[in-house]
């Protein structure tokens, strides 16, 4: 089992920054990859960052260049840090933990809201 808990979201103002946080506990050796996902009302959850456990990254084409995935191994947390943020980065962020040994499992935090509005 993997517990998630995040942390960082609110309101800004279009074209500020964010920094999302998410700590994990648990059976964090067989986690291959973490990442954020958002759902904004009336959208399909997206996929927006990922980082693998060898460091590799993801990113949704609408975030390329503004977003930025990072890992501290030591501190279990990964974080998503978000600069010239727009209207329509509006959502529910939510971590998710990808464990795949003996089948694929996904383990969710609990979701944080970002809302970009003057």
């Known amino acids: 089992q993997v517990q998630l808990v995040e942390s960082g979201g609110g309101l800004v103002q279009p074209g500020g920054s964010l920094m999302l946080s998410c700590a994990a506990s648990g059976s964090m050796f067989s986690v291959n990859a973490m990442g954020w996902y958002r759902k904004a009302p009336g959208k399909q959850r997206e996929l927006v960052a990922q980082?693998?456990?060898?460091?590799?990254?993801y990113y949704t084409d609408s975030v390329k260049g503004r977003f930025t995935i990072s890992r501290d191994n030591a501190k279990n947390t990964v974080y998503l840090q978000m600069n010239s943020l727009k209207p329509e980065d509006t959502a529910a962020y939510y971590c998710n933990a990808l464990r795949v040994a003996g089948g694929t499992y996904n383990y969710w935090g609990q979701g944080t809201q970002v809302t970009v509005s003057s």
């Open positions: 980082i693998t456990s060898g460091g590799s990254t």
